[in-house]
């Protein structure tokens, strides 16, 4: 004799009356970091004039000790403590690059502030004016 249909689902069932009832949906965890809030950009440190030096230095010893290599972010400033990380910003375009001060300078005319690296000065499109109107920011110390 051949059982109803109905006897295979009621056998399914039959075991569902003592199981607990379904959890409630997760939601989803808070997040782990809260977002953080923008910062404003550190206060301008100094404002000037910048110029840049190259590949006639390449090799020889700056004032901390390295040895200049002109493709990498350095810069010589005349009172900032070397290691010091500094943004320059290009006040007439905006552009800015990320520079460690390594070495002393510029020496001679007053509004001269900073001596970018060949590398630096190419980031700044200043390689052919050889001088650019530029704003300082202390981003790191040494």
Do not use: K
């Not at 810069?75 to 375009?93: K, M, N, Q, S, Y």
């Not at 700044?124 to 530029?134: H, N, Q, T």
């Amino acid at each position: 004799m051949r059982r109803p249909r109905g006897w295979l689902f009621l056998l399914a069932c039959a075991g569902c009356a003592h199981l607990p009832p379904p959890a409630a949906p997760l939601e989803p965890p808070p997040p782990a970091v809260a977002p953080a809030p923008a910062l404003a950009p550190p206060p301008v440190a100094q404002s000037g004039y910048a110029t840049w030096y190259g590949r006639r230095f390449a090799g020889r010893r700056t004032a901390n000790g390295e040895r200049f290599d002109p493709t990498r972010m350095t810069a010589a400033h005349l009172t900032l403590p070397f290691g010091t990380w500094v943004e320059v910003t290009r006040v007439d375009t905006g552009q800015r690059v990320r520079v460690r001060i390594t070495d002393r300078g510029p020496y001679g005319s007053a509004p001269r502030i900073i001596d970018l690296s060949e590398a630096a000065a190419r980031e700044l499109d200043m390689l052919r004016s050889g001088v650019a109107e530029v704003e300082l920011r202390i981003v790191e110390g040494p």
